[in-house]
Structure formats: structure tokens, C-alpha cells
């Protein structure tokens, strides 16, 4: 597995969606996309509805605890006949259980604080793959899914790598969307003389901003131009969750970008996950990613749909807390665990919303 990259720029981790891709893309080709692929006959065979955990982590390095800033769940059906993916609020108010490897008591606070709290090693060492048990864990408790068949955690430098591979996304523009760290040109937007810090300002910028106006039509977006549109959240109308349905457009849009270039090439994935090698943690659950493109290697990216939960603020004593997912979801995560989200998304419509 991947060590966390020694770079902080935790921005990025907000668009950890798109470490499925190298879990997803590569599972859609015959499982010879790169040297030391096995054929699919030699491959293990992974069967039966499956749930994969995709975190993208707040990345310092190894001696700062990560955090997980973008927490997406990918259910892959039985009949392998499409991919849903959901995304977790990172801030849904939960009771993070007690995890013995790392010596933390149970304790209710926002999920994304799972991450860290379980890749404790002692002294200042953390584990991003200790991390993700507990995280996976805490996730599980919410949404009924006992126990998750593999994931991947991603930071910056791994991004960053992907999409100037395949050279930009074409992605929908569903709404407008103006930038609050970038200028038109690309560069930085400026700070406020009293901001000069990472951390020691709420919203710390001023001058022109870079804006994405709304398209019918999938707009095609330089690398920057990608990474910059998903990371946005102020002035939509539903903040975080927008950002999140724009999280999982990027990711099939990379998904698809990948296998059409990267993917097509007798070396392409075998250069790409070298290159961001130090930034991916990839989970396999007793499997390798071999087996996982054998096993996957006929599902179609067409048929990855994104799911959109209903959550809203929690005010306790007048005072924000944190995210709360509404009861009317919990038919939704049954649904999940019994691999019957067709059948619920038609009994039940407008519960959870279909991405466009």
C-alpha cells in the first residue's frame, strides 16, 4: 500500500471520489491493461453484490493525522449491471466507535474525524490504512453495510497526476459555479492582508474569480479548470451537497477519460498507478487489483449512476453542529445491503436524488 504524499494541500482532498477510478476504470477492460496483470481465468473470482469504501484524505504526511474530506460508497449489483455511488456528508454527526489498534474511546463527532482517530500508531506515526478500518467501520454503523469489499484513499498528488494524464475532463456544468480560490486565469486568487495563513481565516480572498457558467452540453475542463470545479461549495444552493453530485460527475467523467486513453494502452495504467504510487492506498480485501479487473472486467461506465442523500444541518441548543441524514433514508441503505437499489429508486422516487 501507498504512503501518504508529504504535501499539504488539503483542498484536494475533497475530490476523493476519484480514487475509484483506479479501483473502477481498470475492472472495465479484459484485465490486461498492464504488465502483471493476470488473465481473467487466472484471476480470483470476486462474486456477489459488492461495496467499496473511496475516501479522499486530507494530505499532510505521515506524522499529521489525516482526515477524511470526501467519503463516497460505490455498490456494484450482483448482475454487475451498473454501479451506484452515494456520497457520505463529511461532516454527518455520528458516533465514531471505539477502535482498540489505536487506543481511541468511542465518541460522537463528525465522521470524517474516523479517519484520524483510528490511524494513531503512537507517538506522532499515523496509518491512513489503519485509518480506513475505523472509518470503514463508522460508515458501515450508518449505513447498514457489515462489511465493505475493498476501497482506495487518495490524496493530492495522485489527482493531480490523473487528470493532467488524460489531459483535462469533459464534464456537465449543471449549475453555475464561481470559484473562491481561483482567478479567470488560473492563478491564485489574492488574500486579505490579515489572512496571510493556511488556516487562520474563514474565507480569505478577493479580486475577480474564475466562474463556470451552467451548460447543456459537457463542457471540456483543463486540469486545473477539473480540480478547481469540484472543489467548490460557497454560493450553491445546497453548499456541500452540490459539491458532492459534482464529485461523482468527475468521477465517471475520469473513469471514462481513463479507460479511453490512459486504459487503452498495453502500458497506460501500469504508468499511471506508478506515478501516483506514493499517493494511493488501495484496499483489495484479500484480493488484488488484478483479480478486481478480471472479475469487473465486463461492466460499463455508462451505467454508473449517482445517488444524492437527503441530509440537512443539525442545530442542537441553537447552535451547528454538523450534517443529519433524515430516517426517510434508511429504507435507502436496506436497500443497499440487500442489492435492490433499482427496485427501491422506482418505489420509492424522489427520496434520494438521481444525478443528471
Known sequence: MGRIAKRRAPFWARLGVAAGSLLLAPALIAGQAAPGFSSPAAAGTIAGPLNLLLVGIDPRNDHTAPLADSIVVAHIP?????????????????TIPAFAKSGTPAQRSKINAAMGLGSRLGGDRYSAAQGFELLAQTVGNVTGIRKFDAGAVLNFGGFTKMVEAVGGLSMPIDQTVVSEHRKPDGTPRDRLPECPGHDNCHRP???PQKVYPKSDKPVHLQPWQALDFVRQRYGLPRSDYDRQRHQRQ?????????????????????????????????IGGGHSLAEW??????????????????????????????EQLPARVTPFFTAVATDRIPQYLLANPGVVTVDG
Open 78 to 94: 450482483a448482475d454487475r449491471h451498473g454501479i451506484f455511488l452515494f456520497s457520505i456528508p463529511r461532516d454527518l454527526v455520528v
Open 205 to 207: 480572498y478577493v479580486g
Open 250 to 282: 468527475f468521477l465517471k467523467a475520469l473513469a471514462k477519460k481513463l479507460k479511453r486513453t490512459v486504459l487503452s494502452t498495453p502500458d497506460g495504467l501500469f504508468r499511471t498507478t506508478t506515478a501516483i504510487g506514493d499517493s494511493l492506498t488501495f
Open 293 to 322: 479487473a478480471a472479475s469487473l472486467r465486463d461492466m460499463h461506465l455508462n451505467a454508473m449512476t449517482g445517488l444524492g442523500l437527503p441530509g440537512g444541518p443539525l442545530f442542537e441548543n441553537g447552535l451547528y453542529r454538523g
